[in-house]
Nanobody, 115 residues
Framework: QVQLVESGGGLAQPGGSLRLSCVAS????????MGWYRQAPGKERALVAS???????NYADSVKGRFTISRDNVKNTVYLQMNSLKPEDTAVYYC?????????WGKGTLVTVSS
């Protein structure tokens, strides 16, 4: 099993930046990929960005050029650097890992973009 703990959410102004962190613990050696998803009120949870064990990345069209996903294998941490934030980025952001035993989710961290 894997445990995921997100942090870094909060309030940001439009055009501002935030960095989310997701620390993984447990059976981390069998993680294939990790990703960030978000769910806005009244909407379904959707992929924001993902990164494979080899470092390959994938982004939702809505965040390309603004968000960057990265991972630190020594710290067992995945980051989401969010720049040029927009009000429509407001959502609960969840960390997910794809493990040989299944998918695991964190509890989420709230990001609010508002002036």
């Amino acid at each position: 099993q894997v445990q995921l703990v997100e942090s870094g959410g909060g309030l940001a102004q439009p055009g501002g930046s935030l960095r989310l962190s997701c620390v993984a613990s447990g059976s981390i050696f069998s993680i294939n990929s990790m990703g960030w998803y978000r769910q806005a009120p009244g909407k379904e949870r959707a992929l924001v960005a993902s990164i494979t064990s080899g470092g390959g990345t994938n982004y939702a069209d809505s965040v390309k050029g603004r968000f960057t996903i990265s991972r630190d294998n020594v710290k067992n941490t995945v980051y989401l650097q969010m720049n040029s934030l927009k009000p429509e980025d407001t959502a609960v952001y969840y960390c997910k890992c794809n493990h040989v035993s299944g998918n695991y989710w964190g509890k989420g961290t709230l990001v609010t973009v508002s002036s």
